[in-house]
């Protein structure tokens, strides 16, 4: 199995925006009456890039990227935990805002990780299904389409997970179609992106997969 080094760009832009916005997501921000997580700025991109990968090089590439990048987060959520363990020097007096930016509860790490892989498979397969029953057509029907689907199912496990119990249900699906509606609006602004990247893509790789014979099981890596 061979990468171009296009194909390894995207990945890498693909899982920076993931563990960014897992640093991010500590800070909530007020865009107009709606409560986001910061992360709001960085984090639709991953389905970008997951939409972009899927649509040149297929639903096989795009499962294997999406297992690197929960590799990856995870990787990068032990350091910081065995950072936050080790005994701080006596010049570093910022331990409590370390934890408190970096030390991440075991609920919220659940409800991230969950809604990440559910969110990202649910919107490759999506779009990968639409690519086919389109034949390739109205690609930015298809790139809404299943992020709807996608965002949907991320935005739901991973705010029900980490608040319900502690927000009230009229709170939570507010924030819930807050933050869908948000993450598909960013979507629609970046369709111009989308379209500039996969024509390239398609041109210079000289890919275009359609997943007519794929298995489309997540749990396999290859």
């Known amino acids: 199995m061979t990468f171009s080094y296009r194909f390894v760009i995207i990945t890498a832009l693909f899982v920076t925006c ?18 986001l997580p910061s992360a709001i700025i960085i984090f639709p991109l991953s389905y970008v890039f997951g939409d972009i990968l899927t649509e040149v090089y297929g639903y096989r590439q795009a499962r294997l990227v ?7 987060n995870v990787l990068a959520v032990v350091a910081f935990w065995i950072g936050g363990l080790l005994p701080p020097a006596p010049v570093f007096d910022a331990q409590a805002a370390y934890d408190r930016i970096l030390g991440n509860t075991p609920r919220f790490l659940i409800a991230s990780f969950a809604a990440y892989l559910a969110g990202e498979f649910v919107n490759s397969f999506t779009l990968s299904q639409l690519k086919i029953k389109t034949k390739g057509r109205w690609l930015w029907m298809r790139t809404i389409g299943s992020t709807i689907v996608g965002q949907g199912i991320d935005t739901i496990i991973v705010l029900s997970i980490g608040f319900i ?40 790789e000289h890919c275009d997969v359609y997943d007519y014979n794929t298995d489309f099981n997540p749990l396999r890596i290859v």
């Not at 993931?18 to 409560?35: D, R």
């Not at 507010?174 to 989308?194: N, S």
């Open 66 to 72: 999406i297992w690197a990048g929960f590799a990856c």
């Open 18 to 35: 993931l563990i960014t916005a897992n640093i991010l997501i500590v800070k909530q921000i007020m865009i107009g009456p709606i409560l």
């Open 165 to 204: 119990g502690v927000l009230p249900l009229s709170v939570l699906v507010t924030m819930i179609g807050g933050h869908w509606l948000f993450k598909t609006a960013y979507e629609v602004i970046a369709t111009p992106l989308t379209y500039a990247l996969v024509g390239y893509l398609k041109k210079k």
